[in-house]
């Protein structure tokens, strides 16, 4: 099958587009051939071995997994002997290693049915974001009607997602982004836009904030928190090799006990139900994935870096 192959650690120059041998399935598993593969930044931690703590895990000098792509899309191939509930042609989305290939396998429990009338460009975007989203919002922020909530980076895969789920769970939101993504965000429901620097110095409080663009240290979280509001700690990509950003999450672990204000990281875990729970709501048009561009799988590269220099506005989808 054709796939988009990494052999070292590295950027999208590290790519190659070649010819490897299809997955083998096990009695578990389910076989996809993909139609559509999300972009996001744990596909660049995942390929540059960034932070260097996930090394012993992902493979220490390359990557373990050499096909990239962590969310696919696509029609079940074929199924393992154990699984009875999909057939062959059934359409299906879910958070699986390897999304960027003709071919995808995963567990049976890795994979959800998509419903009618969403397209697979559509449901690839939504399991990494959407349900890091989902439970940033609903079991992290623990988001309350009239809460005021403020979300960094709201212009991002996550922030597209957040934004209307803290709305819908009845908050009262301010999106911080880009100026160029501004109308975006409103147009998700946020109350009120702000731009990076505009906050500094600001009197308001929030009674949570949602930190997707990680470039605010823990103090300058707390000032703007309600004395007791809670802050979550989803993303950031801080300079150095060895923790690149995930070391504010462990200094909010050790802070969080000591201060009025509830520093939580996030570390999000992909559940099918979580999944199945939003692509409910995108067919009953409660929730819009905002898919800023499609690419063709000849243009990974292009897709990569577009996503990675800050420039999408929601997410970014590779077509087969
Ligand atoms: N904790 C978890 O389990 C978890 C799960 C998923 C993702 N994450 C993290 O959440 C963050 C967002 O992920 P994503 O997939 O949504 O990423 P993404 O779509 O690539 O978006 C990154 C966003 O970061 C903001 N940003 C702020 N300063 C930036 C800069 N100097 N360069 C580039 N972007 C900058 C931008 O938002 P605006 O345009 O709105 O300003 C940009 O859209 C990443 O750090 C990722 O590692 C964490």
Redesign the pocket.
């Known amino acids: 099958m054709k796939a988009i192959v990494q052999h070292r650690y590295g950027g999208p120059e590290t790519l190659e587009y070649a010819d490897i041998d299809p997955p083998t399935l096990g009695p578990d598993d389910v076989l996809v051939r993909v139609r559509a593969a999300a972009?996001?930044?744990?596909v660049r931690?995942l390929m540059s071995g960034v932070p260097w703590l996930i090394r012993p895990v992902m493979g220490l000098r390359r990557p373990r997994q050499p096909v990239p792509g962590i969310d696919a899309a696509g029609v079940v191939e074929s199924v393992g002997s154990a699984v009875t509930d999909l057939r062959p042609g059934d359409p299906v989305v879910g958070a699986v290693r390897g999304a960027y290939a003709e071919l995808a396998r995963a567990r049976r429990q890795r994979w959800v049915r998509i419903p009618d009338g969403i397209s697979f460009d559509t449901a690839a975007a939504i399991p990494?974001?959407g349900t890091?989203a989902l439970l940033a919002v609903r079991d992290t922020g623990r988001v309350r009607p009239g809460q005021r909530v403020l979300v960094?980076?709201?212009?991002?895969?996550?922030?597209s997602y957040v934004v209307p789920l803290a709305v819908r769970a009845g908050a009262r939101v301010t999106g911080?982004?880009?100026p160029e993504?501004a109308d975006l965000?409103a147009s998700l429901g946020a109350q009120e836009v702000v731009g990076?620097d505009q906050l500094t110095g600001s009197r308001d409080r929030w009674d949570v904030i949602i930190d997707?663009?990680?470039?605010t240290g823990l103090t300058g979280l707390r000032r703007l928190l309600t004395p007791r509001g809670t802050a979550v700690?989803?993303?950031?990509?801080g300079k150095g090799g060895l923790f690149a950003?995930f070391d504010r999450q462990l200094r909010a672990l050790l802070v969080s006990p000591f201060v009025p204000e509830k520093l939580k990281?996030?570390?999000?875990v992909t559940r099918a139900t979580d999944l199945a729970e939003l692509l409910t709501l995108v067919q009953q048009g409660e929730l819009r994935p905002v898919v800023d561009r499609t690419f063709g799988i000849g243009e990974v590269a292009d897709a990569l870096a577009y996503?990675?220099?800050?420039s999408?506005?929601?997410?970014v989808v590779i077509t087969f």
């Open positions: 972009v996001d930044a744990g931690h990494t974001s890091t960094t980076g709201a212009g991002s895969g996550v922030g911080m982004c880009r993504k965000v990076y997707i663009a990680g470039n700690l989803v993303g950031g990509e950003g990281p996030l570390t999000a996503t990675w220099s800050g999408a506005a929601g997410k």
